[in-house]
């Protein structure tokens, strides 16, 4: 017998956006769950962005295996053919600045009075409450707020965003994982749940090393932006060095690891060196460890370098152009990412969820969906005929 997929029969209600919301909900969907996307007459912003320079391939990646509604939130008639489909749905998600949803008419109070199981699922910069619930965040605001920003660089240069949507992926993260959390307890008290997950307390974590070295005996030596090296310079090495033909990674999370990589560089004196025998020597001693490695690595190129480096057990991989990561076959092998004949891209690869369930079987890829598609099944479960119908869109409702 095929195993069901583990959100089977869940229904998603999704209001999100961008970004934060849509990955959440993307997760949900391809762990099974019916996923309706309601978006707004003219389409979800993202889905408008130019796609003629590929803007608009992010939209195709995070809305894959789900259902398309239009719905005008700003009408009566909207608002009610919302709350009526939240009567059947499990979640709703949404990434709306804080209070949207109550100035709408469709918030918690409104939502839970029809469907008291139901849970809404909120993501914002900074939280539904507090002082910063109504400053604007986006991805680099909160990098900044955050002091991820603040963290990110050289000790001598200004500080940098990442290079990643760090706080819009991680507060999706956080709250799929809420959602998990939220439906797993329902099992038990048979009640919706309100959550409330903040981008900046989503990313708080990630600086742990770095927060470390504000309560060492090292305290005010160690500058906030530390390159490549480690966030709290507590490990060494840890870093990136330019080979003949581009860049490698390596660290030495132990002493065993360094021995090996001294070994790599034929330079086994250096594992009872007392300047480099321990992490704690190592760390006194960074420049010349760093030093002594870029030399050496300066010496290989990059392809060289790394199989070296994995013989020997030693941490390090090269540092791959992203073009290259797109099309490594190794994770098509895995079938994270596959190729897809999109209706808007032509061929292209996608990724599945990283979410892996025991081998069982994600659900199966459906591209992104036109604006709207679903809007005549999924209102029609409401009794909406096509006369009905017609007569909506001629109100502007969808």
């Known amino acids: 017998m095929t195993q069901p997929l583990p959100l089977a029969g869940i229904r998603v209600l999704d209001l999100t956006q961008i970004y ?5 909900t993307f997760l949900m969907a391809m762990a099974g769950a019916e996923v309706i996307k309601i978006e707004p007459q003219d389409g979800e912003y ?26 005008n939130l700003k009408t009566d008639k909207g608002r009610e053919i919302f709350l009526q489909l939240a009567e059947t749905a499990d979640v709703v998600a949404e990434n709306f600045s804080p209070g949207t949803l109550d100035r709408l008419g469709i918030g918690w109070e409104a ?9 809404l699922a909120s993501s914002s910069g900074y939280g539904q409450d507090g002082p910063y619930r109504d400053m604007m965040a986006m991805d680099i605001t909160v990098q900044a707020m955050s002091g991820l920003m603040s963290v990110t660089g050289t000790s001598d240069g200004p500080p940098l965003k990442t290079g990643a949507a760090v706080c819009d992926f991680g507060g999706g993260i956080h709250l799929y994982g809420a959602i998990m959390t939220a439906l797993f307890e329902r099992t038990r008290t048979g009640c919706g749940a309100r959550i409330d ?30 390159g490549n090296r480690h966030g709290g310079l507590s490990l060494c090495p840890y870093s ?22 001294a070994r790599c560089m034929d330079r086994a004196d250096l ?16 420049e010349m460890v760093d030093g002594l490695i870029a030399e050496f690595a300066g010496r290989h190129s990059t392809e060289d370098l790394a199989a070296m480096l994995r013989r020997n057990k030693v941490p390090g991989a090269p540092v791959r152009p992203l073009p290259d990561v797109m099309a490594d076959e ?20 996608l990724p599945r969820s990283p979410l ?8 199966e890829y459906r591209p992104s969906p036109p604006h709207a598609q679903d809007n005549a099944r999924i209102l029609g479960e409401l009794g909406v005929d096509g006369a009905a119908l017609e007569e909506l869109r001629r109100e502007g409702v969808i």
């Open 271 to 286: 594992i009872d060196d007392p300047r480099t025998r321990h992490n704690r020597d190592r760390v006194a001693h960074m």
């Open 197 to 226: 997950i903040s981008m900046m307390e989503s990313v708080y974590m990630t600086m742990a090393s770095n927060m470390g070295m504000l309560f060492g005996d090292r305290r005010g030596e160690i500058p906030l932006r530390t």
């Open 20 to 24: 934060n919301g849509p990955y959440a």
């Open 330 to 349: 190794a994770l098509h092998e895995r079938g994270f990412l596959h190729r897809v004949n999109h209706p808007d891209f032509g061929e292209i690869s």
């Open 111 to 119: 939502l839970s009075a029809r469907n008291p199981a139901l849970i």
């Open 46 to 71: 993202l889905r408008r962005r130019d796609a003629s320079s590929g803007a608009g391939v992010p939209f195709a990646m995070l809305n894959a295996c789900k259902d398309s509604v239009s719905l």
């Open 356 to 363: 892996r369930m025991g081998g069982a079987a994600q659900a």
């Open 240 to 261: 990136v060095y330019a080979t003949s033909d581009g860049h490698v990674a390596i660290i030495c999370n132990s002493d065993r690891h360094w021995a090996a990589l």
